[in-house]
């Protein structure tokens, strides 16, 4: 039978707000707390809180309530599922628990709906600066559900890197030659090299994949680009870039250069966003990007 992504849009937007609320007041809590602690997860920079685990079972029990014959994938109970065809909610109750557990307000509950492993619903929300970024297939993206994205003024084509605001993270694996690698990448996007090479304007790290993704529709980031966020990261924000002209692309192996977000894009976990660029003559947007 058919799903009606109104419907579920609707939906995605409800819990998601509700999950904010449950992430302010556990925020609260905790800082209220001397006892408040979070535990380790890979190694002593990959966190998670009782929060997390709270907020993610809230969307588990909504989500069988409300579609029983829906599957789940999220952050906190993940055992290996891979993305099927079958409608799946993927999920991340708080997108920068870093940043969560320091009071640093980039956090955001992230939900999307796969379909035919393809995003098709996307709800970002951040409960700290109320900002709900939401979009449904073939329905357009949108702020606080009213303004329409990507904001005005920000929808010229993005021309080269060097006009480029770039979102980057330092992720949680820091071992060799991982982490040195990143800052070789971050350095050669930002040098002077005085031979008439364009610097980037500049390097930007919110500490939530999922906002940097909302960001990129929006247009206040021109491009992000991670090696190691999961599927449940940028599920949602796929669907807000798709509705504004941009494009995800995964690695070389795993992915055609369409732009377009699939179930292969995410499994990949080496994620490049970008917003709309400038089409050269008879190309598409996203054909110029590939
Ligand atoms: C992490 C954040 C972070 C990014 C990591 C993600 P979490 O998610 O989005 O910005 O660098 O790759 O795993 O652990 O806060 O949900």
Redesign the pocket.
Known sequence: DKLDLDEILKFAISIARNAGKLIRDGQAKRFASDAAHEDE?QNSV???TEV?KAVEDFLIGKITAAYPHHKFIG?ETYAGEEITDEPTWIG?????????IHGFP??AT?IGLTVGGVPVVGVIYNPFLDQLYSAAKGRGAFLNETVRLPLTGKAKPLNSLGEALIGV?????RSTPALPAKIETFKNLTLDTKEGGKMAHSLR????????VAYVASGGLDIYF?I???P??VCAGMVLLAETGGASYGSKASTDRSGEPSAKIMASRQYLFVRNVAPREGQTTRETQA
């Open positions: 997860k990959d966190l998670v997390d952050e991340d109750p708080i997108d920068g628990t870093t940043n969560f980039m956090v992230s993270e330092y992720g949680s694996s790290s919110l500490g939530s994949a999922a906002l940097n991670e190691g966020p999961w449940w990261d």
